[in-house]
T-cell receptor, first 115, second 113 residues
Framework: GAVVSQHPSRVICKSGTSVKIECRSL??????MFWYRQFPKQSLMLMAT?????????EQGVEKDKFLINHASLTLSTLTVTSAHPEDSSFYIC???????????FGQGTRLTVV | DAKTTQPTSMDCAEGRAANLPCNHS???????VYWYRQIHSQGPQYIIH???NNETNEMASLIITEDRKSSTLILPHATLRDTAVYYC??????????????FGPGTRLSVLP
């Protein structure tokens, strides 16, 4: 079946550095991908919608200059957390819809820890 | 999208059927019921979805009441690996390029040995 792959699955970085998370659609093309964030014991919250070949759309309260999204190809979207701080530590998850299907497929998530 | 209400948590004995309820009394005629689950430290996994007829696949069955105001996800023979948070989401089905899913708090199912 359709698979969405995220990399890395886990990353630890120092405060002030930047971290890039990749989200790939395997065996299908995704013109749109969604990025979610999940804090401990909370549900997933949509951060932004990534659109291939155009600018991402950010949800209210999400800083676009801090969470850079690039969707340069039909199978890859990247989320870069710039100048990371400990409060950015979270579980980041991407998803992609498969054309012709109504359900979306989710990556395995990336656990970011900023120390 | 219609709002859903689920119990915060449930327990189920291993090997027994797990019945997870969801209320969606404000569901519209063109909205589907979707179920996802999230095992600890993993991304959500699609389980099943339906409009008004009962649905069954290799993972679960979905029973939707005739008035569509509630539904039940049934895991026929729960195993320890079914321990997860289960999300019931109601939304319009969009086939082209999709739309994000809005996740509520879900039901934390614990399958006990």
């Amino acid at each position: 079946g359709a698979v969405v792959s995220q990399h890395p699955s886990r990353v630890i970085c120092k405060s002030g550095t930047s971290v890039k998370i990749e989200c790939r659609s395997l065996d299908f093309q995704a013109t749109t991908m969604f990025w979610y964030r999940q804090f401990p014991k909370q549900s997933l919250m949509l951060m932004a919608t990534s659109n291939e070949g155009s600018k991402a759309t950010y949800e209210q309260g999400v800083e676009k200059d801090k969470f850079l999204i690039n969707h340069a190809s039909l199978t890859l979207s990247t989320l870069t957390v710039t100048s990371a701080h400990p409060e950015d530590s979270s579980f980041y998850i991407c998803s992609a819809p498969l054309s012709g299907r109504t359900e979306a497929f989710f990556g395995q998530g990336t656990r970011l820890t900023v120390v | 999208d219609a709002k859903t209400t689920q119990p915060t948590s449930m327990d189920c004995a291993e090997g027994r059927a797990a019945n997870l309820p969801c209320n969606h009394s404000t569901i519209s005629g063109n909205e589907y019921v979707y179920w996802y689950r999230q095992i600890h430290s993993q991304g959500p996994q699609y389980i099943i979805h339906g409009l008004k007829n009962n649905e069954t696949n290799e993972m679960a069955s979905l029973i939707i009441t005739e008035d569509r105001k509630s539904s039940t996800l049934i895991l026929p023979h729960a195993t320890l690996r079914d321990t997860a948070v289960y999300y019931c989401i109601v939304r319009v089905a969009q086939r082209n390029y999709g739309q994000n899913f809005v996740f509520g708090p879900g039901t934390r199912l614990s399958v006990l040995p």
